[in-house]
């Protein structure tokens, strides 16, 4: 027997997240208070003594609903002092080790007003990246620097013409961080420069997003030298670098740059429909709380495998309410060309960031008419 | 079109990753090519001139193999290049995009001579750990001090106990970092200083490993916090902070410390058997090019629902010959009990960490009594 737990000030507050278990329901309490244990004090409920640590530490069975066929959804709450108010062991314990475990899904996370210390949200967020854009009705155009290969010179060339062509963003290709084809500082300046030379040139006022999911050891020195060289914004990759790193750059106030997360290397988390999690909450909410401005995701229709419902999920997840944190961009990516444009812009509304890659390239060389073109297609196609 | 790619100075040396692919013989060389180009340049392969990009940068088929119905295994190598040498970047190479492609499963690793400067790779390894510990033929023992809730004092005196019981580590619980109830700090001090006395007292070598599985901006202070404190170890849970950062904290020579991996939050790349990353690979190889000495994960029959067959793989991913890379300790946890030790002697043979947590309560209230008693148990077991 442990000790059950004296005075632990538990100010009363818990946040809550909506599991989906896939179980017959006769078993479903029996999983939903093995979560409750697992998530939190990891040890067998008979060997504790009652008291504070059983009572309120221990996750709360709140609802258990039948929603089909060995389908239950079981809402589970827990106090917030868990957390220990650090973002990385909130996600231990949503789904810590129950990702070991199978059949359970995270379908939702509830928050109280409590946690927002813990949380700065996006920076910028919708109105922020429309602001700083000076667009306000129509959906943002980003395309990406690449392939990997190309030199520094000839990335630079793109996104000048990308630049002169009016897309509001340019990215790196987020594979394409420090290799000897375009080293990392060399890149990140003449790219800015050309920006700067373009948007000066032109009259646009794209923004280039560095893309910066490099080695722990280099990740911060290279946001700053990001921010110096007079990038518009950061590409970070949170599933190859570690959310809370993403999430402690976004909330940098002397880097105050938004933020582009991709999801390469997270894709297994909601690829199947018993485990992992939500596209909602994987793309929408843990991207917010984690502090991104915009989320790239793979669009439905395009060489991956998303399926409309999984989109309006994610779109969902970027902008529904969520206590004061700012709604972000959802930015469906893959597969975009001019003929698709007034049929995502049904789907989407004004407010999502249109990725376009290899599409940009196939009516001709010449970027600049190409971009030009397909700006002027995007707003012809705006209702 | 987009250049080809021109003098890139590519060394030849590549490495390269088994694919298991879930389609029919007839799609799989689609597939195949498919990642060949969406994990390095990530455009439309008829858009990139002839040339060097083509030619090396892009992933190369070396085979394709039948191993079932709709099964197929793809051999798929890289220039080395493309990582840059960069850990998140080999990552992202091995599973970025496709992690979101339905029916890709990584099953192994190859790798060539010419990565080891991106590896120092587990420090001390399973040779390093019995070294320090003086125990060269048994299976080592572990147990955790917890449940979350308890005062450092309370787990202090846990340490303690372990300790003077001649447990050989002892570990701060996976979810125990810094909260209210034992702040990092005041935690580690009086584990280090109880442990320390237990070992002067009793004549033991028990190493304790400290927690540092938090915030991106706290996580290298705590560490080098913990080794100053007298930690024998740290206890790392990549998925929550980011494979590289682990990386980093191992290799870096002022702390030269053991680390222990902790599974939490990655259990979603193993759970299916179509996609993800194999047993093998996720909890041997990655953990061990990531500097992990010791990988935890749940043992087959316990409270999770890994197989005999996927443990096995545990194995063999911590232990098989990997270029100069140190084999490590597979460290298999839940529902250990005295009952099992011979069953699990045979099966892991004696290189294995030993995990054991609520099993050491339920003896009596006297943990010391209880640790001796395992302890000797143990010994007792072993040919």
Redesign the interface.
């Known amino acids: 027997?442990?000790?059950g737990?004296k005075g632990?000030?538990l100010s009363g507050a818990r946040f809550s997240v909506l599991y989906q278990l896939s179980y017959p329901f006769e078993k479903a309490e029996t999983i939903a208070r093995?979560i409750c244990y697992?998530?939190?004090?990891?040890?067998?409920e008979d060997?504790?003594e009652e008291g504070?640590?059983k009572d309120s530490?221990v996750g709360k069975i709140e609802s258990l609903r039948e929603t089909g066929e060995d389908t239950i959804q079981a809402h589970i709450s827990y106090a917030l002092?868990?957390?220990?108010m650090?973002?990385?062991?909130m996600?231990?314990?949503l789904?810590?080790?129950?990702?070991?475990?199978?059949g359970i899904r995270i379908l939702d996370i509830i928050l109280p007003e409590e946690i927002m210390p813990l949380y700065k949200g996006p920076r910028f967020g919708i109105p922020g990246i429309r602001n700083l854009l000076q667009i306000h009705e129509r959906p943002l155009v980003c395309s990406?620097l690449?392939?990997?290969?190309?030199s520094s010179s000839?990335l630079a060339e793109?996104a000048y013409q990308f630049a002169a062509g009016g897309l509001d963003i340019i990215k790196d290709?987020?594979?394409i961080?420090?290799?000897?084809?375009s080293p990392f500082l060399e890149r990140i300046h003449r790219c800015c420069d050309a920006v700067q030379e373009a948007n000066s040139r032109y009259g646009t006022k794209t923004l280039y997003f560095a893309n910066i999911?490099?080695?722990?050891?280099d990740i911060f020195r290279w946001a700053y030298r990001a921010k110096e060289a007079g990038a518009g914004g950061l590409l970070i990759?949170p599933?190859?670098?570690?959310?809370?790193?993403m999430?402690?750059i976004a909330e940098d106030n002397s880097l105050a740059l938004p933020v582009m997360a991709h999801?390469?290397?997270?894709?297994?988390?909601?690829?199947?429909k018993t485990?992992?999690?939500s596209h909602e909450v994987l793309y929408g909410l843990l991207m917010r709380l984690s502090g991104a401005d915009i989320s790239v995701f793979?669009n439905y229709g395009g060489?991956?495998?998303?399926s409309e419902k999984e989109c309006r999920n994610i779109i969902s997840g970027c902008t529904k309410p969520l206590l004061d944190i700012r709604p972000i961009f959802p930015a469906p990516g893959g597969g975009m060309t001019t003929e698709r444009l007034s049929e995502l812009i049904d789907f989407y509304g004004s407010h999502f960031v249109m990725l376009i890659?290899?599409g940009l390239?196939?009516y001709s060389?010449d970027l600049i008419k190409n971009s030009k073109h397909f700006m002027t297609e995007v707003i012809k196609s705006v209702p």
């Open positions: 027997m442990v000790p737990g632990l000030h093995h697992e998530q939190t004090v990891e040890f067998p060997l504790i504070e640590i530490l002092e868990v957390t220990g650090e973002f990385t062991q996600l231990n314990t789904f810590g080790n129950i990702s070991i475990l199978p990406a690449k392939p990997l290969g190309l000839e793109q290709d987020h594979g961080t420090n290799q000897i084809f999911s490099g080695p722990a050891k990759t599933g190859l670098i570690g959310w809370d790193v999430k402690t999801p390469a290397f997270t894709g297994t988390y909601v690829q199947s485990t992992g999690i793979p060489r991956f495998s998303f890659g290899g390239h196939r060389n």
